[in-house]
């Protein structure tokens, strides 16, 4: 079965620096899609960033990148020149590429503190 | 506006008493699913559905029942809410396979 880790509970920054938050995940398939949601306090779930196992170019969405190491199994987002509105509670997930089973699995999260 | 609207957002009931958590979705998804986020626990999924009259089990079943009548609803049904069901409910819909998940704004369902 397919395991979802976020080691990081809690963490703050500090306005404008950068920020890694790590996801490690456990899986013998080969293509699969990997995603970090953002939950800010309005509870609403935001898609932040999409990776496709197969590529090997890492995705990235304006301020949000992810450094996705397949053979490590780990796919950590990087959080650059960080605002206050980044303050959410954040969720790695990994689904399979396809198959009846294609449910998302969610890591525990990692809740993110700016600070002015 | 594409979006997944759930109801109510927030809920208290008393243990036993029936309820109901409707979520619609307007962008014709074929594929919708039910979680609950508990701390610590992340978001679990207690059921799924790839299309009309086609339901799983997620993880945590137990307690809840769905039923998918048509494409665009798809309620969470408590038939007899205990409180280990206290927690925040949500619900979310996809175009379908390895896609982007839309998610409702969430309930919270607090059982005394």
């Known amino acids: 079965a397919q395991t979802v880790t976020q080691s990081q509970p809690e963490m703050s920054v500090q306005e404008a620096e950068t920020v890694t938050l790590s996801c490690t995940y456990d899986t013998s398939e080969n293509n699969y899609y990997l995603f970090w949601y953002k939950q800010p306090p309005s509870r609403q779930m935001i898609l932040v960033i999409r990776q496709e196992a197969y590529k090997q170019q890492n995705a990235t969405e304006n301020r949000f990148s992810v450094n996705f190491q397949k053979a490590a199994k780990s796919f950590s987002l990087k959080i650059s020149d960080s605002q206050l509105g980044d303050t959410a509670m954040y969720f790695c997930?990994?689904?399979?590429?396809?198959?009846?089973?294609?449910?998302?699995?969610f890591g525990k999260g990692t809740r993110l503190h700016i600070l002015p | 506006e594409a979006q997944v609207t759930q109801n109510p957002r927030y809920l208290i009931t008393v243990t036993g008493k029936k309820l109901t958590v409707t979520c619609s979705q307007n962008?014709?998804?074929?594929?919708m699913s039910w979680y609950r986020q508990d701390p610590g626990l992340g978001l679990r999924q207690i059921y799924y559905s790839m299309n009309v009259e086609v339901t799983d089990k997620g993880d945590v079943p137990e307690g809840y029942k769905v039923s998918r009548k048509e494409k665009r609803n798809f309620p969470l049904i408590l038939e007899s809410p205990s409180p280990n069901q206290t927690s925040l409910y949500f619900c979310?819909?996809?175009?379908?396979?390895?896609?982007?998940?839309?998610f409702g704004q969430g309930t919270r369902l607090t059982v005394v």
């Open positions: 962008m014709n998804h074929e594929y």
């Open positions: 979310a819909s996809a175009r379908g396979l390895n896609t982007e998940a839309f």
């Open positions: 997930a990994f689904m399979k590429h396809a198959g009846r089973d294609d449910k998302i699995i």
